[in-house]
């Protein structure tokens, strides 16, 4: 036989969270009022908005990497590489995606996979990863298919890119468990100067 037995204290603290009656999703409203207002948003940011332009500055451009590594593949011992799975994040700000927040009913951010960045065309930096094996060409990131963005109303932009990579590493085993790897690669822009 299973005794059951509560505090009151607790019962009552049970109570109390059954009664509240907190929306926890959006009713249908605003969801549609959402809808609208970043429509709305689009529409006004991109009017005159032009993706292949690179952004009006008085000084360098900072784009901060930053990567995540998902899943390893495959190691190789002999040849001295790694097949990694890995996400790259790049933020950078484009002062032309500013808005104000309370004309768009609030909105703080708005996401962008890269079938969507076609149509709207969103300016991203020319980026390479350099010094992989077997690959003679550098294509660049931001020509993924797997690229999503996301816009904040203060003009940042981060990009995130999803990656499969053989990269090159420095293996040995020889110490184990407390050996140490190095596997580097190296991302490059194009960009020498001010532009």
């Not at 001295?80 to 995606?97: E, H, N, P, Q, V």
């Not at 996979?113 to 992989?132: C, G, Q, R, V």
């Not at 003009?155 to 190095?182: E, H, M, R, W």
Request: proline share 5%; net charge negative; with cysteine.
């Amino acid at each position: 036989m299973f005794a059951f037995r509560m505090q009151l204290k607790e019962l009552f603290a049970l109570f109390s969270m059954m009664s509240l009656n907190v929306p926890l999703a959006p009713t249908g409203e605003e969801m549609e009022s959402r809808f609208e207002n970043e429509q709305k948003l689009k529409l006004d940011l991109f009017e005159n908005y032009d993706g292949t332009m690179f952004p009006k500055l008085t000084r360098p451009l900072m784009v901060q990497p930053m990567m995540t590594i998902d899943h390893i593949r495959s190691i190789n011992e002999e040849q001295g590489a790694m097949t990694i799975s890995m996400t790259l994040y790049f933020i950078w700000t484009d002062s032309r995606l500013q808005w104000n927040r309370t004309e768009y009913g609030g909105i703080k951010a708005f996401a962008k996979n890269h079938y969507e960045n076609m149509a709207w065309n969103i300016w991203s930096p020319t980026i390479f990863i350099t010094e992989l094996p077997g690959v003679n060409t550098q294509t660049d990131l931001f020509l993924n298919h797997d690229v999503d963005f996301l816009v904040h109303y203060t003009g940042s932009v981060t990009a995130t890119i999803k990656v499969l990579i053989n990269t090159p590493c420095l293996l040995s085993f020889g110490d184990y468990p407390n050996d140490y790897q190095n596997c580097s690669l190296t991302l490059m822009t194009p960009y020498t100067a001010n532009v």
